[in-house]
T-cell receptor, first 111, second 112 residues
Framework: DTGVSQDPRHKITKRGQNVTFRCDPI?????LYWYRQTLGQGPEFLTY????????KSRLLSDRFSAERPKGSFSTLEIQRTEQGDSAMYLC?????????FGPGTRLTVT | AQSVTQLDSQVPVFEEAPVELRCNYSSSVSVYLFWYVQYPNQGLQLLLK??????LVKGINGFEAEFNKSQTSFHLRKPSVHISDTAEYFC??????????FGQGTRLTINP
């Protein structure tokens, strides 16, 4: 157990619906990352926060995706108007000096 | 841009046999290297990391890896595997406290 928690663990939604995921990181780590992992692939970077500031966003993060980290604590990732291609595992990680510690992930299935 | 290539998508081995999972990377600057393990339906667990210093790094569960700068490789090894080592293994690279770039993963299957 890395101390990083994600909620929910599983989410099934219909195409076109909005979904929101939450990540609660280890409290002393000020860096927080979101990744997406599709079946049989390695995780791909989505976005990165240092405290409450969103410092980098991947081109994978279309305008239907938005992430926030109010007050530099927990973070949320919202996907609007979900598409079947959004089905994936969404992983949150928080950063020490160099390594990252991952949560258990949220598996999203869009039907 | 950084990239990571894991040369084997699947590696089957017998229990108690040695194993090597291969990883090559490309980067224009100094990098930090990591191996993570992922068990089914779980997040990633850090096995070991190379930041600087000795090129042979030891991690959890008896795994070790060797950083070879001239060959841009960071292969993972274990002298004797157990059934419980069955999992997906990911090699990753970063440039400091930045995003991780992962390889495609290697599925390690241990046969009794």
């Amino acid at each position: 157990d890395t101390g990083v928690s994600q909620d929910p663990r599983h989410k099934i939604t219909k195409r076109g619906q909005n979904v929101t995921f939450r990540c609660d990181p280890i409290s002393e780590h000020n860096r927080l990352y979101w990744y997406r992992q599709t079946l049989g692939q390695g995780p791909e970077f989505l976005t990165y926060f240092q405290n409450e500031a969103q410092l980098e966003k991947s081109r994978l993060l279309s305008d239907r995706f938005s992430a926030e980290r109010p007050k530099g604590s927990f973070s949320t990732l919202e996907i609007q108007r979900t598409e079947q291609g959004d089905s994936a595992m969404y992983l949150c990680a928080c950063g020490g000096n160099y390594e990252q510690y991952f949560g258990p992930g949220t598996r999203l299935t869009v039907t | 841009a950084q990239s990571v290539t894991q040369l084997d998508s699947q590696v089957p081995v017998f229990e108690e046999a040695p194993v090597e999972l291969r990883c090559n990377y490309s980067s224009s600057v100094s990098v930090y290297l990591f191996w993570y393990v992922q068990y089914p339906n779980q997040g990633l667990q850090l096995l070991l990391k190379y930041l600087s210093g000795s090129t042979l790094v030891k991690g959890i569960n008896g795994f070790e890896a060797e950083f070879n700068k001239s060959q841009t490789s960071f292969h993972l090894r274990k002298p004797s595997v157990h059934i419980s080592d069955t999992a997906e293994y990911f090699c990753a690279v970063s440039e400091g406290a930045q995003k991780l770039v992962f390889g495609q993963g290697t599925r390690l299957t241990i046969n009794p």
